[in-house]
């Protein structure tokens, strides 16, 4: 496998992992007052994340056996930005000054571990 399928494949698992992150909050916010016959982590919401958990996973072993270990550690901190973008996008959730913070000490420690030496 090529080194830019593997890693397409692991900016798919970020993508889709952030999603699945909205999908489990947006389940604990749905069910999370509802009655409920069944527990919360057992709801329709949740098993759809559960199952895209399992995709992510997959993704990550394609991905992972064929990434050098340098571009591998730049996917981490994909996810933590998008899991922020969508959560604004799908959640309404307002971003504030820490937020903010994090987001651009998330860019810099990506942008200083990527320094050619």
Do not use: D, H
Not at 89 to 111: D, S, T, Y
């Amino acid at each position: 496998m090529n080194t830019a399928i593997a890693l397409g494949l692991g900016l798919i698992g970020c993508v889709v992992s952030a999603a699945s992150q909205v999908v489990m909050k947006r389940s604990a916010l749905r069910y999370a007052r509802a009655p409920r016959s069944y527990p919360l982590f057992l709801s329709p919401l949740s098993i759809v994340a559960y199952g895209m958990y399992f995709l992510v996973t997959l993704l990550s072993l394609a991905a992972f056996r064929y990434l050098p270990l340098k571009a591998a550690m730049f996917l981490s901190p994909v996810t933590y930005l998008l899991v922020g973008i969508l959560s604004v996008w799908a959640l309404g959730e307002r971003p504030n000054r820490k937020k903010g913070f994090a987001f651009v000490l998330l860019l810099a420690g990506v942008l200083i571990f990527n320094i050619p030496a």
